[in-house]
């Protein structure tokens, strides 16, 4: 089965719903997954039912949730109710910079420009203080900039730090100039791979929306779970042939796709029962190295994932005691 069809969806959310009944310290994150995954397939009233299932209780993100709902009601016809979701949330001034994202970016898909840019710079005015920015606020930033773009807006301090943010190839004018001229019909290969660039950068702006909430994670084990893990399933040194390589590899992989524009980046830490109870969850033997990036995106989705880059002045996600930019962050 094609994994962008609506029947697949429905599988994955029924995967996601059996998965939040076995681990219900993870529900909420495992819920408002399967909810996405029941609005790819066009079942928005069921998506709903879940977002409302969640607010029943008591949400560690009750304003991240609201504001998916606002989203998911405005696409089928419920304007009115969505609209007064929104200004619910923005009344209650949250701290997360992801609810405010989505308020936003509901707005613009219904051509509230000016609503969605009065809406991310309270964002900003509240959340970007002077020290370094978690992702979400970054990201909450360079989609204030985009909209602003549209807007044909002067840049602002808040422009301008989102353009020292910006770690693309491809400038953040650039990519938010509606007035670009598409290259993709010339027949003059230093355009068409400009053009390429460009496309990829936008790619990950995309890939935001796609996984959000639930970062990229990539696996990182503790050394004496590694050395666990190695002594029981050997079959695994291929993946993982000394522990210090499986440290550099962690740093070049996340490395490599913040460069290529994949954002929401994050790791989770491993562990050998976690994992052996994921495979036979899936019925596979955990000898299978296909199962690994299975392993770490179900941990992503229930919540697992710590954000990267951490902060320079933070401690290293690799556990060694160092600041980030004293260990794994240092050029």
């Known amino acids: 089965m094609r994994s962008d069809t609506p029947a697949a969806h429905i599988t994955e959310a029924e995967r996601l719903l059996r998965t939040a009944a076995q681990y219900p310290g993870d529900r909420e994150p495992l819920y408002l997954q399967a909810a996405a995954h029941r609005e790819l397939a066009g079942d928005r009233e069921a998506a709903t039912a879940l977002y409302d299932t969640l607010l029943s209780g008591e949400p560690a993100n009750p304003h991240l949730i609201r ?12 304007e009115a109710e969505a609209r007064a979701i929104i200004d619910g949330v923005r009344r209650a001034r949250p701290s997360d910079a992801t609810a405010w994202e989505t308020l936003a970016e509901t707005l613009e898909a219904h051509d509230e420009l000016e609503a969605a840019e009065s809406t991310l710079t ?7 203080g002077p020290e370094d920015l978690p992702h979400a606020t970054q990201s909450l930033l360079t989609t204030r900039h985009r ?4 807007l ?6 808040w422009d301008d730090r989102a353009d020292r943010l910006h770690t ?3 400038a953040l004018d650039e990519l938010h100039d509606p007035k670009r001229l598409w290259s993709l019909g010339s027949s003059d290969p230093a355009e068409l791979q400009a053009e390429i660039t460009r496309l990829r950068s936008e790619l ?5 929306a796609l996984s959000r909430p639930f970062p990229v994670a990539v696996l990182h084990w503790p050394e004496r779970e590694l050395d666990e893990l190695l002594a029981a399933y050997p079959e695994l040194e291929a993946e993982y042939p000394t522990y210090r390589a499986h440290l550099t590899d962690i740093e070049a992989s996340l490395r490599e796709l913040s460069a290529a ?15 052996e109870a994921f495979a036979a969850s899936e019925s596979t033997h955990p000898s299978h190295p296909d199962l690994l990036p299975q392993y770490a995106t179900t941990l992503a989705a229930r919540g697992r994932a710590t954000p ?6 933070a401690e290293c996600w690799c556990g060694s005691g160092r600041t980030y930019g004293e260990c794994h962050g240092a050029e």
């Not at 504001?67 to 419920?78: C, P, Q, R, S, V």
């Not at 990950?204 to 935001?208: A, D, E, K, N, V």
């Not at 524009?261 to 994992?275: D, E, K, Q």
């Open 122 to 128: 309270e964002a900003a005015t509240l959340l970007a």
């Open 308 to 313: 990267w880059p951490p902060a320079q002045g």
């Open 261 to 275: 524009g994949t954002p929401n980046l994050g790791i989770v830490r491993a562990t050998v029962p976690s994992y």
């Open 67 to 78: 504001a998916l709902k606002a989203a998911n009601l405005w696409e089928y016809g419920h």
């Open 168 to 170: 693309g190839t491809v």
């Open 152 to 157: 044909a807006r002067d840049h602002d301090a």
């Open 147 to 150: 909209i602003r773009r549209m």
């Open 204 to 208: 990950g702006t995309y890939r935001t």
